[in-house]
Nanobody, 122 residues
Framework: QVQLVESGGGLVQAGGSLRLSCGASGSTFSNYAMGWFRQAPGKEREFVAAIRRGGGSIYNVDSVKDRFTISRDNAKNTVYLQMNSLKPEDTAVYYC???????????????WGQGTQVTVSS
């Protein structure tokens, strides 16, 4: 079992930046691909970014191209999402997720955090 706890959400003006963090516990962090998903009001949850066990990253290019960066620190059991040039349409609850492979993560993550709210004002 993997427990995931997100932090770093909040209210920011358009054009601003936030960094989300997700701390993991309960299993060997480096054995898991990690990802971020988001869900806006009235919309389905969508994939944002993922990082493989080896460090390679995958992005939802249409939504976050060149604005978001995912990274991981295996020594701290933490995955990050640096979000720059934020737009009102980035407003959503952001969820951290984990699976033993990136393929599995993108299909249906095995573990989810509780989510952190990001609100971008115009």
């Amino acid at each position: 079992q993997v427990q995931l706890v997100e932090s770093g959400g909040g209210l920011v003006q358009a054009g601003g930046s936030l960094r989300l963090s997700c701390g993991a516990s309960g299993s060997t962090f480096s054995n898991y691909a990690m990802g971020w998903f988001r869900q806006a009001p009235g919309k389905e949850r969508e994939f944002v970014a993922a990082i493989r066990r080896g460090g390679g990253s995958i992005y939802n290019v249409d939504s976050v191209k060149d604005r978001f960066t995912i990274s991981r620190d295996n020594a701290k059991n933490t995955v990050y999402l640096q979000m720059n040039s934020l737009k009102p349409e980035d407003t959503a609850v952001y969820y951290c997720a984990a699976s033993e492979s990136a393929v599995r993560l993108l299909r249906l993550p095995d573990y989810w955090g509780q989510g952190t709210q990001v609100t971008v004002s115009s």
